[in-house]
């Protein structure tokens, strides 16, 4: 009886580790998803077009709020400790209070949102509202650090930091949902 219990507990214990392991696979994976989506970048200032914001929502959709608030936690902290992470040729700190560290400092909170309301909702209607508004939240927090430390102008910081992207966003919106719901199938 002692070695069936003894079996079990070490069981339990392979399981536990594989859980562990499985999770830190799937928030790494996310976190260089990340990574690559900001090296492929078209440069404009004072923003560039990247596919980051697609992985950040994509994060939080197939990870969870949790873990996808965790990945791109780790994604900033590699980012700021000088890790070439984000777009373009610098890292570090300085990163985070450049023009772009509005966007950048939202990320955690928009795969929160996305992984929030993924978790709670299924039907594609809703799946787009959850995305829009996850990727509302990035366009806030970017718009407005950029007027109140760059532009100084509410109205070009819109130009400038939202509207530009407003069609590029738009596909990135569709494809987040269409992939999510193609692959949790």
Same mark, same amino acid.
Request: glycine fraction near 8%; aromatic fraction near 16%; charge should be positive.
């Given at each position: 009886?002692?070695?069936?219990?003894?079996?079990? &507990?070490? /069981?339990?214990?392979?399981? +536990?580790?594989?859980? %562990? #392991?499985?999770?830190?696979?799937?928030?790494?994976?996310? =976190? !260089?998803?990340?990574?690559?989506?900001?090296?492929?970048?078209?440069?404009?200032?004072?923003?560039?077009?990247?596919?980051?914001?697609?992985?950040?929502?994509?994060?939080?959709?197939?990870?969870?709020?949790?873990?996808?608030?965790?990945?791109?936690? &780790?994604? /900033?902290?590699?980012?700021? +400790?000088?890790?070439? %992470? #984000?777009?373009?040729?610098?890292?570090?700190?300085?990163? =985070? !209070?450049?023009?772009?560290?509005?966007?950048?400092?939202?990320?955690?909170?928009?795969?929160?949102?996305?992984?929030?309301?993924?978790?709670?909702?299924?039907?594609?209607?809703?799946?787009?509202?959850?995305?829009?508004?996850?990727?509302?939240?990035?366009?806030?927090?970017?718009?407005?650090?950029?007027?109140?430390?760059?532009?100084?102008?509410?109205?070009?910081?819109?130009?400038?930091?939202?509207?530009?992207?407003?069609?590029?966003?738009?596909?990135?919106?569709?494809?987040?949902?269409?992939?999510?719901?193609?692959?949790?199938?």
């Amino acid at each position: 009886m002692l070695k069936f219990y003894s079996s079990v &507990l070490e /069981l339990k214990s392979i399981l +536990i580790n594989d859980k %562990v #392991f499985k999770r830190v696979a799937k928030i790494s994976l996310f =976190l !260089i998803l990340t990574i690559v989506g900001a090296k492929i970048e078209i440069p404009v200032e004072p923003v560039p077009f990247t596919l980051q914001t697609l992985f950040v929502v994509l994060s939080g959709a197939f990870l969870g709020k949790k873990d996808g608030f965790i990945a791109q936690s &780790l994604y /900033l902290l590699m980012g700021a +400790i000088g890790i070439p %992470v #984000f777009a373009g040729p610098l890292a570090g700190f300085a990163r =985070l !209070i450049g023009p772009t560290g509005g966007y950048l400092l939202s990320f955690p909170t928009a795969a929160f949102i996305a992984g929030y309301f993924y978790e709670r909702w299924n039907s594609i209607f809703l799946l787009f509202f959850a995305t829009i508004i996850s990727v509302f939240s990035i366009y806030v927090f970017g718009v407005l650090h950029l007027n109140l430390f760059y532009l100084h102008d509410f109205n070009k910081s819109i130009v400038a930091g939202a509207a530009i992207f407003s069609i590029w966003e738009i596909a990135k919106i569709v494809t987040i949902v269409f992939v999510y719901k193609g692959i949790s199938r």
